[in-house]
């Protein structure tokens, strides 16, 4: 058995904050209210209705996460966040279209409640986007302290000790660790003379971390997976996770790939096609920001298949993803996956996916997890990369000399074994032998 961890006590509300205040972030809050008022169940998320077990199956011990470890209660979270628009909450949700008016007007108060300060942006990282509220600064640093202030300013206005921040907004253009993003100082160096390698989200990022407010990267944007931030979330003992959160189609991937690699079936090749019509697809419309998205969905197959284990099984893979936007799809996207197989000595086969997905009604929950688990993780004095989050990422963040985990089995028994660490109870090794002993 592992010694529990301590952990402060959740007291008082706290805040979640979203630079982002699209369809994901409002279909999220609008979410949390209905839930709330017990107008609906809080579907997909795993910290409000999985269970985990303890101790051995002879002891029947399971009881829901929420009642295991000692996470913030729905009841107290308050919500803020930055966009590029002035739309409040609800209007911002009616834009988006996901939740049927009826939802949305049963929380329109609580809804109209919620306005976004304006956004630190940079056309260069989102170009389909002509912002309408943004910040006036003089350097990038300006920008910085201008979003603390911003946090610090909710945070005494909502009466917070505790807040957490979850990145929701566009997928900015693709981007690689620069110079400027290796190490603290050159980092704040970069951020006075306003380096043009310092995007928004990085922006964002820093503030968080600057702030000892916990950050999740929703988005396939670079940004506090830059060594200068992990460096500064383990020096502040700020949990820190991402990127790109794992919704509809890398979803379906990483549940079936570990399927047939486990009974050693070959692949020759995964073709994922999507079509979508939301903000998000219209952003992706643009080549930069598709790039970033290309690169988090390409990633997930040869961690998983581990081609060079079994290079007659997988070592010739042609894994192709395309990303179409088509407007009058909305937030209903459709995705189809064809998937070339073989078996037995060879022979071929095909499984064929149509998922007809709801982009944010996938996500929002697991915004909700994060908000959650990123919050206990810090009273629980776990500061840096929180690997054991990888479950809710496209592309999980690790230390530079390991490769992440992308099977979603793997990395639903390493949430549920950091859960049992932090409480001080036995892992579960699944080995089972001493039953028969
Ligand atoms: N299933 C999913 O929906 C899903 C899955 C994985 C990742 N994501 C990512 O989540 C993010 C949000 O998706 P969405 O569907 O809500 O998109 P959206 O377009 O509806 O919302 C994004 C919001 O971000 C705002 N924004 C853009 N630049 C900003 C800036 N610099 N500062 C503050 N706000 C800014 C936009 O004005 C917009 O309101 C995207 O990056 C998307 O790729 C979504």
């Known amino acids: 058995m592992s010694e529990a961890r301590e952990i402060r006590e959740s007291d008082g509300k706290l805040g979640v904050l979203m630079p982002g205040m699209g369809a994901v972030a409002t279909t999220f ?50 919500f803020g966040g930055w966009d590029a628009f002035p739309d409040d909450a609800y209007d911002a949700a009616t834009l988006a279209g996901v939740l049927e008016k009826e939802h949305l007007n049963a929380v329109r108060d609580q809804l109209k409640e919620v306005r976004p300060f304006p956004a630190v942006f940079d056309p260069r990282y989102v170009a389909r986007i002509e ?88 988005s396939p944007s670079l940004a506090a997976d830059i060594p200068a931030f992990v460096d500064l979330a383990d020096e502040r003992g700020v949990p820190v996770a991402g990127k790109d959160f794992k919704t509809g189609q890398t979803l379906m991937k990483t549940i079936i790939a570990p399927g047939l690699k486990a009974r050693m079936l070959g692949l020759e090749g995964w073709y994922s096609t999507n079509i979508l019509g939301n903000r998000d697809g219209e952003v992706l419309d643009d ?39 088509y407007p009058p799809r909305g937030d209903s996207k459709e995705g189809w996956d064809n998937i070339d197989v073989f078996g037995w000595l060879g022979y071929p086969m095909q499984i064929k996916i149509n998922f007809l997905a709801r982009d944010s009604i996938l996500a929002a929950p697991i915004v909700l997890d994060l908000a959650l688990f990123l919050d206990l993780a810090h009273r629980a004095g776990m500061g840096g990369i929180q690997e054991w989050l990888s479950f809710y990422f496209k592309s999980p963040m690790t230390l530079p000399e390991l490769y992440p985990e992308h099977d979603l089995f793997i990395q639903q028994m390493k949430l549920k074994n950091t859960l049992r660490a932090i409480m001080g109870e036995d892992l579960i090794t699944h080995l089972g032998l001493d039953y028969y002993e």
């Not at 169940?41 to 009642?67: F, M, Y």
């Open 287 to 325: 080549e930069k920001s598709l790039k970033s998205k290309e690169v988090t969905k390409l990633s997930v197959l040869n961690t998983i298949l581990q081609p060079e284990k079994n290079p007659e099984l997988y070592g010739d893979i042609s894994h192709v993803v395309k990303i179409n936007y």
């Open 131 to 218: 912002a309408a509220h943004e910040k006036e600064y003089g350097s990038l640093k300006e920008a910085a302290e201008q979003v603390r202030e911003d946090i610090r300013t909710f945070k005494s206005e909502h009466g917070l000790e505790r807040a957490v921040m979850v990145n929701c907004a566009s997928t900015e253009a693709y981007a690689q660790p620069q110079k400027a993003h290796f190490d603290l100082e050159e980092f704040e160096a970069a951020l006075e003379r306003s380096d043009p390698s310092i995007s928004p989200a990085m922006v964002y990022a820093y503030a968080a971390l600057q702030e000892d407010v916990p950050y999740a990267n929703g």
């Open 29 to 78: 809050v609008a979410g949390v209210e209905l839930v709330k008022k017990g107008l609906a169940g809080p579907v997909g998320s795993l910290a409000q209705l999985g269970t985990i077990r303890l101790g051995k199956r002879t002891e029947n011990r399971v009881p829901k996460i929420k009642d295991f470890v000692p996470l913030a209660e729905m009841d107290d979270l308050v």
